[in-house]
């Protein structure tokens, strides 16, 4: 079905010594034979995606962008086990195969999981695929299930626990998060300014803790091409153990309406007709989980800032010459959308319908 995920020719100055990564996968991996096939998966703005094939199988390699020094937020190792440990708990997951900390063999540390063959709905609905407001409807309800069934996995037994330190973990989420963005400042944007002093100010007073992935958003669920259902969620590189709700506020920023910026549609399918809205996101949530709901404000504000440092980050390394990908120009429109939507929610002390 052409609606699957696709990979293409892999870009110019991202390629891979396919020689070398052979060589590896033959003295590491004993089930495998013959030549390898590379291409590379044109979504996402982090870490780089690539299929590789061989033995008639495939395969999904992941490494850091190049150009990139975010040790935290492009942690190959720790990607792998948290998928390692998520394996025997949770089943919508790629299988991981094999880590490689050896920068000699691809220029990085990168790892190997298997492919999970379905649709990835990005920036517009992938050709041949036909979603009615219905549809759309239903995925809102089972992203949000999903995400609650995360929040309700078994920490101790799991050693998921060892993810994380909970204790002080929306604290250090703030500090962390300001220090990243003010790191890679380009532009003074008046609006982050004043979100950095409204958080500083306005922690929750108590902070329950669970396992979260911290960057839960359609792009990065994949989905049955017959039934939308969700077969594997990926890009675990930011997943720990901390306060669920930050984690909800997170994807509530990724969560954009029909009124809001262009720049911010290209990362969800979530302002088309038929999605929930955030306020409709964040009841459905309280409903499945039974949780107070209070403090929203202020994990939505979190959840624009931290998107919108993310852009930052990635958006200085463009301008410093370290990637050549021309669709981070525009990300500065990102991180001034977000920005105005944490200030606007802030004014009209709500998470949507800001205009």
Known sequence: MNCIDTAIDVRLGEELDKNKLALYLKDNLCDFKGGIDIKQFPGGFSNLTYLIKFNKREYVLRRPPFGANIK?????????????????????????????????VIGSPFFLMERVKGVILRNKIPQGLDLTPQHFEQLSIRSIENLVDLHNLELKKSNLISLGKPKGFVKRQVKGWGERYFRAETDDIRSMN?????????????????????????????????????????????????????????????????????????????????????????????????????????????????????????YARYKKGLTNDKRFEGLIHVVKSCGKNAENAIKYNRINNFN
């Open 72 to 104: 935290s937020a492009h942690d190959m190792s720790r990607e792998f086990d948290v998928l390692s440990l998520l394996e025997p708990v949770y089943s919508k997951i790629p299988k991981p195969i094999i880590f490689c900390g050896d920068n000699k």
């Open 194 to 314: 004043f979100t950095t002093e409204w958080m500083e100010s306005n922690l929750p007073k108590t902070s329950a803790y669970s396992f979260i992935h911290n960057d839960y958003k359609y792009d990065n669920l994949v989905l049955d091409a017959n039934s939308l259902n969700i077969i594997a969620v990926l890009d675990w590189e930011m997943a720990t153990v901390g306060d669920p709700l930050m984690d909800l506020g997170t994807s509530l920023a990724y969560w954009v309406e029909k009124n809001e910026h262009p720049a911010l549609q290209q990362f969800s399918l979530t302002w088309v007709e038929g999605n929930l809205n955030r306020q409709q996101v964040i009841e459905k949530y309280a409903e499945l989980r039974g949780v107070d709901m209070e403090d929203v404000l202020f994990y939505y504000v979190f959840g624009c800032f931290k998107l919108a440092t993310i852009a930052q980050q990635i």
